[in-house]
């Protein structure tokens, strides 16, 4: 029952997360560029999504930190049970 609980809350983090993500990669350029730097419409749009490619670019490497951490955890806990392993045999 704890364990359904914590499930539930997880996703429901990820998917606020997500919804997070998703409302600053749409409306965060504009909020950063910003209508009033004396941009034509066109260098206005291009500023955003340069801000845009940007922002999604540095998610993903978090996303690919987050991975390496993970695996790198897996790993130590691998090791750890295999030498735990080897110590109890002997």
């Given at each position: 029952?704890?364990r ?6 997880a ?15 749409v409306?965060?350029?504009?909020w950063i ?5 004396g941009?034509?419409v066109?260098e206005?749009?291009r500023?955003e999504n340069d801000?845009?490619?940007t922002?999604?670019r540095a ?11 993970l ?5 130590l806990?691998q ?12």
């Amino acid at each position: 029952m704890v364990r359904s609980r914590l499930v539930a809350a997880a996703i429901a983090a990820g998917l606020a997360l997500v919804v997070l993500l998703a409302l600053g990669v749409v409306l965060g350029p504009r909020w950063i560029v910003g209508p009033d730097v004396g941009l034509s419409v066109a260098e206005r749009l291009r500023a955003e999504n340069d801000v845009r490619a940007t922002l999604l670019r540095a998610l993903g490497g978090l996303l690919a930190l987050g991975g390496v951490a993970l695996g790198a955890t897996m790993t130590l806990r691998q090791v750890r049970a295999n030498r735990d392993g080897q110590l109890i045999g002997d």
